[in-house]
């Protein structure tokens, strides 16, 4: 089969390698109908963290079951199904409490950016789309998202304590930004602050639900918030991940608060955090890399519900050949969020 | 009157400087009978943290009432009183939620080792001691440490989370950890592990509740405590604020688990946080700078129930012209705290 490989900083490959078997009782294999590039990819794309070349790339799969192993229940060849980010059993102690990412039978995908993808474990990672909406194209797309960035939108949402009639802030204008206003708005915010440095993805927050945006960059920023939220925010949601991102929300955050954060700290071991202001202000940081497979049963109901569509995310779509030049649009910011369709 | 002032890195002295009088209706000055030494003292004492040379020390006040400004109605002269170690108005956003720290009109002491202190905001700043335990010695004794360490080890445990039934480990073995083993059995914890290296302060750990303590140091110890735990706590309370001890604390705690931390976080600027660690884990990080002032009367009730008695900690007593030897005698770890009677 073909699939999507990292050949170097700014080189994404096309190339032909094994097509998974099952190799395992729990294991099953998928076939890739949908995937996207995700902006954590960025990071390797930029010569910015590490990654071995020939490494296999993407880690968001939707698609329908190929084959399975003898043990497992919750899906059959045919099924339309999509995946977390990483796999997880689904048994162990941190997939009972809603941990996935710390599964201890855990794993990554070797690489979803493909034409299959295999998982050891089947029952404990893939989600079933209901058959009636199997093949419901516009549904489909509005699913994706839950593969990846809803699930961490929304896992931002929930370690900043979002709740009924709440102001929420949002840093960071990117895909997960623009989930984390969706996360809000379902979880009952009354006020939204996205704050960006993009018009027309800003404009896509409102749409999303932001009631306010702030564009200003650095102190300026930091200043507008506090006085949108007369004197900074309970809840403050750090969707970048970047170290001064990191100290943005910090800075917007009001003492007593808390700030959920959920993108790879990168640059914040170097940099450092801003622990004096947290300590003086008890401002709680919490969050992390998000389990999104603890989330899927509830925003697909949604999504299958009409009242959750994530997809305006989705600006470009590419075939599997286009996926080098779906990490370019992202890099360029071109696309907010590339599809995949294999 | 008299008071102890900073002259120097190891340098304590006792001068003459003006007795304080009440200076606004809001106002009051309280004749100190109790005060003590903190731990947080020894950062300047030790040249680690800048402090100006002729400043006034201590922070940690009980005593009579002397005089009141006209406005002030909660206290009179001749009550028995204890303060928390800032002051606060009692009427702001952050006081009403129980964040006197961040009271927006809120001061630090000017210095508690004295015969007198005089605070702007009396009604949001002084506990009264009931009448009929006003001059009980013990139980005086007994309520001095919620002036600071045991409404800080009491913050800990909430920070944590620490509930009925719950596991919690407890990194330093000093006044504020003590007290914080004291404040997870109070919140119904069922193991409370105390990591610490002095064999007479663990002993007390012991006394105070805690069912297991860890005396190994560096890898030995998270290693150990994590052995003790099945993989690590999911409520860790730091309470040294050193780097090390923070770096300790995130390594002991459970994937989704939460570390609560109180002591001024001192190299952790320099050191950096192990962010990744915590985003990897989902380990939420909360607390900060001690809000005792909201936490003083139900940790009264209980001293006055006789159901809490934090006094141990004190193990040794100086008057005024003792503490320079006060200082000496917690810088070189001969006593846990110091009290002080001037």
Chains 1, 2 share one sequence.
């Not at 200043?223 to 990191?246: D, I, Q």
């Not at 004096?276 to 049963?297: C, H, K, Q, W």
Request: charged fraction near 25%; aromatic fraction near 6%; hydrophobic fraction near 40%.
């Amino acid at each position: 089969m073909r699939a999507a490989v990292f050949d170097g900083p700014g080189e994404i490959g096309i190339e032909e390698v094994p097509t998974p078997e099952v190799e395992s009782p729990r294991a099953a294999v998928v076939r890739v109908t949908h995937t996207a590039v995700c902006g954590s990819d960025l990071w390797f794309y930029r010569g910015e963290s590490d990654r071995e070349t020939g490494s296999r790339v993407g880690h968001e799969p939707m698609g329908v079951v190929e084959a399975v192993g003898e043990d497992v229940t919750s899906v059959e060849p045919g099924d339309r199904v999509l995946a977390p980010f990483v796999i997880s059993c689904g048994r162990c102690e941190f997939c009972r409490k809603g941990l996935h990412t710390s599964c201890v039978n855990g794993d990554s995908w070797l690489g979803a950016q493909a034409e299959y993808v295999s998982t050891s474990e089947a029952d404990g990672t893939l989600v079933r789309v209901p058959d009636r909406y199997a093949d419901d194209e516009a549904t489909l797309q509005a699913l994706l998202p839950l593969t990846d960035v809803m699930g961490t939108g929304h896992h931002a949402a929930v370690s900043a304590g979002v709740g009924q009639g709440d102001t929420a802030v949002v840093v960071g204008d990117g895909a997960v930004g623009l989930c984390a206003v969706l996360a809000a708005r379902r979880l009952g915010a009354e006020r939204i602050i996205a704050m960006g440095h993009h018009e027309d993805r800003l404009a896509l927050a409102e749409e999303f639900g932001a009631t306010q945006t702030v564009t200003e960059r650095g102190e300026a920023a930091v200043e507008r918030a506090r006085e949108l939220t007369y004197g900074g925010g309970n809840h403050v949601l750090e969707c970048v991940g970047a170290a001064s991102a990191m100290d943005t929300a910090i800075e917007v955050c009001r003492p007593g608060g808390t700030v959920g954060y959920v993108g790879v700290p990168y640059g914040v071991d170097e940099s450092g955090l801003d622990v004096f202001t947290m300590f003086s202000d008890n401002i709680t940081l919490s969050g992390g890399v998000a389990p999104v497979r603890a989330y899927a049963e509830e925003l697909m109901a949604d999504v299958l519900g009409g009242r959750l569509d994530p997809s305006p995310i989705f600006t470009k779509t590419v075939d599997l050949d286009g996926v080098p030049e779906g990490y370019r649009a992202m890099d360029e910011r071109d696309a907010i969020k590339v599809m995949v369709r294999p």
